[in-house]
């Protein structure tokens, strides 16, 4: 199995974390903050997704991300949430661009994110890792997380990791 990596950064990495926590093909996510290589001082909150190609593509790790966070919302709290994926490499980041390109058409407003060289990552406190499968229950998580993991359900059921996410339901 060929492992990939990709950063993605928009919202909470909670919920970021929860999201792709929950799909087939990704084997581990690493939440944090990530800084672009453009601009090594400045962290915001993201994830790193390692994921197999060959069960999940690059592709469909962008249109997920674009479609689970406020990808399209220039909000005063960019500087801390930045809608950004970071590729490790310049091939992920032309294919990452293009389907950020290739997905505007999807939303009603033009989408913020943007496509960075991988800068720095730092790991957010152990105690917060898992945090939605530590505490599906919390009020933070049925009120942000769990809204992120419907629309999973509702437009990317065939990439869902069915052991951790009843498509019957809701989120376990």
Not at 68 to 75: D, E, P
Not at 131 to 143: G, L
Request: glycine content about 6%; some cysteine; charged content about 25%.
């Amino acid at each position: 199995m060929k492992i990939e990596k990709i950063g993605l950064g928009g919202g909470c990495h909670w919920c970021t974390e929860a999201v792709y926590q929950s799909l087939l093909g990704v084997v581990k996510v690493e939440q944090g903050f990530i800084t672009p290589l453009e601009q090594v001082d400045s962290f915001s909150e993201a994830v790193v997704v390692y994921y197999d190609p060959s069960v999940i593509s690059l592709q469909d790790l962008v249109a997920i991300h674009l479609h689970t966070h406020a990808s399209s919302r220039n909000h005063s709290f960019r500087n801390k949430y930045r809608s950004a994926v970071y590729a490790f490499n310049d091939k992920d980041l032309i294919k990452a661009q293009k389907s950020i390109e290739d997905s505007e058409a999807d939303f009603n407003n033009s989408l913020v994110t943007k496509g960075y060289r991988f800068g720095g990552f730092k790991p957010s406190q152990d105690q917060f890792w898992n945090y939605y499968y530590k505490n599906p229950e919390k009020p933070f998580c049925k009120t942000h997380i769990s809204p992120k993991l419907q629309v999973l359900m509702e437009k990317f059921s065939g990439k869902l990791d069915k052991s951790k996410i009843n498509t019957s339901d809701k989120p376990v």
